[in-house]
Each structure stands twice: as structure tokens, then as C-alpha cells.
């Protein structure tokens, strides 16, 4: 039987890499009692980071789900990876739940990630906890934190909880709504009287909590600014309607790796965030009608099912994670997926415990599964009846930011790269793949470095396949133009006059559309040139590196620079870069920017943090992010995109030349 809707709470949980996500979910679980055994990161046993990537580098790497159940409510947790590369991830999950857990390490603050993923939460509305984790740590500061996180996130953010004990000392927390301490000892909770010394500071937290809770409505404030207090029932529901309307985000206390705080995060989570059924109807395209339409989070609607994560299982196969959003979900049911006009026989569908699947007979709406071996079906995809068809709107996922080449160990393993690849984008949305016919290469995309890297580590260890990764051949074009006028009205004449194959045949063509298209845009002030002759009379090519749009590039950029003599042009793609980085890391980021031939056209300051815009080349930025991470303490994070193409610097240049004819000349050796 499908769980009762309003019984069901879905929560992302989101952050920074490396601030104890995972370990705070694993405590939940086991406060529950859904796992027998508190696993660990540092050893590979926690429920939810159960890839092979995942355990060897002890961080999360992709979304994984888990449940448990709490005082007759059932808790989907979805835990997201943190760390830059991964962080499309989060996003995904936090588009299935209805409210989000954002944990921050009591050390560090607020970090890069974190104002990602706060981000991401107000994009889709979710109310917001925040969980200062790691409190039991050195130099852990639940004040010093709780200040970053008011200048640094948007929000009514008010303290619930203020820690009892720092550091190695932190064994509990006061709970500023009973007014009360809560320690622990053995992970269990004991209720008694507010240290002494926390007496005033507890009195001043308990007063702005009050203050905010009367803030959510105006009637209440109005009562609480003329008598200057509120009832305790009043206040407790003006609370819980302010965090379940995401009116007041709560933060409250945690040491994960000793269960501190879990039991008051799940009471939270079942008292006070909103449940399935309070969602506004289900927004989409009615197929039929061909419009604009909701749905009703009923389980006796039409069946409507979001796909948000998709995982490769080395027994069973594909696996679809998915989010039954309308109606009732049935095993061995076949529903259809518009976006590939194919139907999908359900076949099991499951709850998952990380890797664990439990069969179900039924999900119904508001609930998380997987569904086996769907041929079709891929991440952001609708599953839905084919009678009624409905289309949820699709998940978005960045653009990938950096390219390299990719070269089989082994010859004749094209093949089995190709399929590997297929196998892994449909994983991960934002690995991209492709065969550039211009420099003869198969190109992989990612959104870091270290993604690129892990989708290698992936291909050998999932699909028996080691690859060689390197950096994107430059382009190479060398053209010689002679540019004279015409008559009034003469327009364009373009002339070919190569001898000896100085310029092959087949670029020809590519010169003068080169020539056109700078004549349309403009040289001087971007107007249109007209009523002028050009002549190709001369040129050179590489053997590896020219190319159709090598030559555009050329001739255009000989004809705005005809006046220099001609000579090898090699050309680099140039990126846009924005990094933000602490305030306080901000020289040293400009200066390795510096490094890297990149120039700085802007910064901009923003608290504690800086926004720095750049335009770099490439292939300076290969190794760029664990530069970045090093120079800021992992606090740094990035953003690129492609701007346009330049020319490489003559020494540079020579030296790309000739690794491209030594590599050719190895390649012909064997």
C-alpha cells in the first residue's frame, strides 16, 4: 500500500563538499534505527556514499536516496554531493523534495558551494534548515558561523538551538523553545535545567526567536510590540508556520560523528516542514491539449512521475530514481515518456536504502523509487500515462566548461570508448562527448577537471577501458592576402591565386568565406565593408591541426591585420572565468590568474567574498581547480565558459607544433 501523503516529508540534504552531509544523514538513519550499525566516511560504510569512486575518495560523488521512518512519518532523505564538479546533482534532488537541510561546518562558515545550493533552494521555493555541523571539532565557533551565515545568506535566519560546550567540550545544545538543555552522553538525549553560565545569552536568543516568530504575521507583531510578549502557543505556531512557509529558516546545532542534535533535526523535520500535500497543484503541459495545465497531488489522479537521477548497477543494470509527483505508481505497470514517444514497462519498483532496494507493491504521490532497466528514459525525463500524457518541466543542467582529448591505451578500443561514454552521459547529464572532425579527436566534457578525471577512473573500472587524457589540439591556418579597392559599386572579388598546393584545394573555400564574414561584421567600427579585391596568393597548413574553421579564422584575422607579415597561426580557445573566492584570498587569485596569461576585466566585492572576472586561455586551465581549492583552503569556486578564439603566443606555439609532429610521427611508427 502507497504511504499516506501527508505522512511523507522529502528532504534534500545540501552543502559543501566535505561539512558532514553524509555523515548527518548516516546518524539519522541509525537514530531511527532504519540502519543497526553507524556507519563512517573515513571507512566506507556509510548507507548513502556506496560508489567505488565515492569510498576511495571519501566524498559524495552522486545523489543517493534513504528512508526511515519517525514518529509514524516516513523521511526520504536525499543526500547530494558538495564539491563544485558534482554540484549539478544537488540541484537535481532538490527539484523532487519539498524542503531542504543545509549543513555548514561550524569551522569554515559559509562556504562557495553553500550560497550555491542556497541558491538553488530559493530558486524552487523550499523552505530551509540550516545545520551547523561539527560543532566538536577544533576552532569550531557556533557564533562566529551563525554571523556568516546572516551576512552571507538571504533569509530570516534565527537560532533555535545554542551549543552547551566548545570543541572537544560541545556535548549538547539548549533548545530555545522549551528553554532547556539537551546533552548527550552514548548518543542519547537527556532534557535538564540551562547551564548557569548560558542563563543570559539563552534569555537574549529565546527574545529574538520570539521576535521573529511574531514577525510572520502582522497582527502578531502588532500584539507583540504593545504587550511585548507572546503566549507560548501562539509563538510555537507562528514558528512552525514561518519555517514550513520558508518565512524563517532555523539553525540549529550538530556533531554528526556523535549523533548530537539528530533526534531535535528529525523531530524538526516531522513538526515543522511541509509534507507532499501541502505543495501548490503539480505545474506541467498537458500533451493533449497542447497547453499549460496543473495536476492535483492525488493519488487518485493520472499517474505523473519525475526522473531525477539516474545510476549504474554492475548486477541489475540501469537504474531510474524517480518521484511520483500525481496518482498511484503501480508495479509491472507500463506508463509512457513523452519526450522519447516510447512506452516503459515499470516492472519491481522499490524504495531505496542507498544501494538497497525493498519492492513495493505501489508508490503514491509525494513518494521516492527506482525503477529497473528502462530502455528509453533518462535523467529530467516524465513518466506518465499514455491515455492522459502530461510533461513535468524539464531539469536543467549546466553547460560543461572544459574539454580535453581522449586516446585509447589500447588500439581497437574506439569502440568500447564510445559505448562507455554513452553508458556514463546517460549517468551524468553534463558529461558531454563528442568526434571533432576538424582535429580528428574525440572530445570529453565536463564541468571540472576532476569530473573529466572520475568519468576515466569510471570507464576502467565499470567498462574495462583505459584512456590517455589530453589537452584539445589548437588550430592552425596561415594565409596571405593582398587587399586592393574597387570601383564604386564593384563589391567583392575574391581571387585564388595559390600555386603548389601552398593551401590545399579543399580550404580554399574556407579562406574566402573567412574574408566575407569579417567584411560583414566590419574591421574599423563594425560596419560592412565594401568594393574590394582580395587575393590569396600564398599560405601554409599543418598536417594535424589545419582545419575549414582554422582558415575562416585566418583570413579574417589577416584581413584585419593585413599590414603584418604572414606567418603560422596557431589558435586557442579563450574562456570567460569568473571565480569567487574569501575577500581575503583575492590577490592571490588575480596573481595566478596572471600567471596562467589570463587578463582581469573586473572584481567585485561582496562581503566576505569577491567576485573576479577573467578571460583565459583554455588550455591554462586544465588544473585549475585543485590550484584554486590549495590558494583558498577549499573555500574557492568557479565558473567558465567559452568566449572566443586567439592566437597563440609564438613560443608556445612552436612547442604545440611540434609535440603535434612528434605524436604523428610516433603514430605512423606503430
Known sequence: MAIEIGKIRNVGVVGHGGVGKTSLVEAMLFAAGAVTRLGKVDDGSTTTDFDPDEIRRKISINTSVAYLDWKGHHINLVDTPGYGDFIADARAGLRVVEAAIVVVDAVAGVQVQTEKVWKFATEYDLPRVVVVNRLDRERADFFRTFESLGKRLKG???ALHLPVGEEAGFKGFVDLVKMKAVTFAGGK????EIPADLADRAKEYREKLVEAAAETDDDLLAKYLEEGSLGEAEMLKALRAGISQGKLMPVL??????SIGVHALLDLIVAELPSPADRAEIAGTDLKAKQEATRPADAKAPVTALVFKTLSDPHIGKLSLFRVMTGTLRADSTLFNPAHSARERMGHVSWLQGKTQKNVEALGPGEIGVAQKLKETQTGDTLTEEAQPFALPKITFPEAAISFAIQPKTRGDEDKISNALA???EEDPTVHYHFDPETKQLLVSGVGSLHVEMVVERMKRKYNVEVNLLPPRGQYGDTWLRVEPMQRGGGFEFVDDIFGGAVPRNFIPSVEKGVRDCMKKGILAGYPVV???VTLYDGSYHDVDS?????????????????MDARPILLEPIMNVEI???ADHAGDVIGDLNSRRGRIVGMEPAGETAAVRAVVPMSEMLTYESSLRSMTGGRGGYSMEFSHYEEVPSSLADKVIKEAKAEREKAEKH
Open 156 to 158: 530570516r535566519l534565527v
Open 189 to 192: 538525549p537527556t532534557e535538564g
Open 253 to 258: 546545532c550538530a556533531a554528526a560523528s556523535k
Open 423 to 425: 553508458r556514463i552521459s
Open 531 to 533: 568594393d574590394m579585391k
Open 547 to 563: 582545419s575549414d574553421m582554422a582558415f575562416q579564422i585566418a583570413a579574417s584575422m589577416g584581413l584585419q591585420k593585413v599590414f
Open 580 to 582: 569567487t573566492t574569501p
